[in-house]
């Protein structure tokens, strides 16, 4: 059974850091695109990041860029977001989600479109807050 976990939401201050993983599990990560996501209750869900199957290919939506680092690790299966220079407005529950193609997230600077991918978790709180 294909599964992803989200892990290392917290509290934070801010100008705090955090590191989210995307463990996977069911199947190996190296055929899929990766995408973080961010959603506010009552707002619609925005795209965060995301990294090709290959590595190479990453983008970041303009809030988040010069903070935020995706990553991979295929060997453990994850994907990581480095969070940097925490904002309150960071604020939210980050989901991580899955494709299979090798060209999404490829050759683009705009942030993953939630439409795209098929697979998801099931969110970690961030509260940014003082």
């Known amino acids: 059974q294909l599964r992803l976990v989200e892990s290392g939401g917290g509290s934070v201050q801010p100008g705090g850091s955090l590191r989210l993983s995307c463990a996977a599990s069911?199947?190996?990560?190296?055929?899929?695109?990766i995408g973080w996501f961010r959603q506010v209750p009552g707002k619609v869900r925005e795209g965060v990041s995301c990294?090709?199957?290959?590595?190479?290919?990453?983008s970041y939506r303009d809030s988040v860029k010069g903070r935020f680092t995706i990553s991979r690790d295929n060997t453990k299966n994850t994907v990581y977001l480095q969070m940097n220079s925490l904002k309150p407005e960071d604020t939210a529950v980050y989901y991580c989600?899955?494709?299979?193609?090798?060209?999404?997230?490829?050759?683009?600077?705009?942030?993953?479109?939630?439409?795209?991918?098929?697979?998801w978790g099931k969110g970690t709180l961030v509260t940014v807050s003082s």
């Open positions: 069911g199947f190996t990560l190296d055929e899929y695109a």
């Open positions: 990294i090709s199957a290959s590595g190479y290919g990453t």
């Open positions: 989600a899955a494709v299979r193609s090798r060209p999404v997230c490829v050759l683009t600077s705009d942030p993953p479109v939630p439409g795209q991918y098929n697979y």
